[in-house]
């Protein structure tokens, strides 16, 4: 409103303390203002492009559909967005447990291969020790088998000596019977 409607009045102020108060302007509301009049919205169709008046309350109708809807997309959108992190995550979980599976069977499989490799040896061992004894043994058979030989020899030696000396004895004793 500017101050020369005639709706405006201008007033000067009468004298303060330190001089003359400011020139002031009072401005007279419409009637409706005071009276707080519904506000009628004027709205467009998006689909004919016909123009139509609503009051407040139906105006605020349309507004709360409209955030209800966009509240609604922002929310499901939201959510797909949530479903897809959590599949995402899910995935990623997954993936995670596979890996620490694939190290933990790699590894239970080294500690197979190892304690194979190590029963190998071990057999391998086995055997090695297994035939030191019976090479061993052979040794100390044979061993045995000569030192019975030498003892059979130095009996029939003996024996034959025995003989021998009953032989000559008996001769000795023929001679002097005769």
Do not use: W
Not at 8 to 15: E, F, Q, R, V
Not at 74 to 97: G, N, S
Not at 141 to 164: F, V, W
């Amino acid at each position: 409103m500017n101050p020369s409607s005639p709706k405006a009045k201008t007033k000067t102020g009468a004298l303060g303390r330190f001089g003359p108060i400011e020139t002031f302007t009072i401005v007279n509301l419409p009637a409706r203002v005071l009276k707080k009049e519904p506000i009628i919205h004027e709205i467009t169709c998006p689909q004919c492009q016909t123009a139509f008046n609503i009051d407040e309350a139906g105006y605020a109708d349309i507004q709360k559909q409209v955030r209800d809807k966009e509240f609604n997309q922002a929310l499901q959108d939201r959510l797909e967005q949530a479903e897809e992190q959590r599949k995402l995550e899910i995935q990623i979980a997954e993936q995670k447990i596979a890996e620490v599976t694939a190290k933990d069977l790699a590894k239970k499989d080294k500690e197979i291969q190892d304690l194979k490799a190590e029963l190998a040896q071990g057999e391998s061992n086995k055997k090695i020790a297994e035939m030191a004894i019976e090479q061993k043994k052979a040794a100390e058979l044979s061993s045995k088998q000569a030192e019975i030989q030498k003892l059979q020899s130095e009996l029939n030696a003996a024996e034959t000596a025995k003989k021998l000396a009953v032989s000559e004895a008996l001769a000795k004793v023929e001679r002097e019977r005769d």
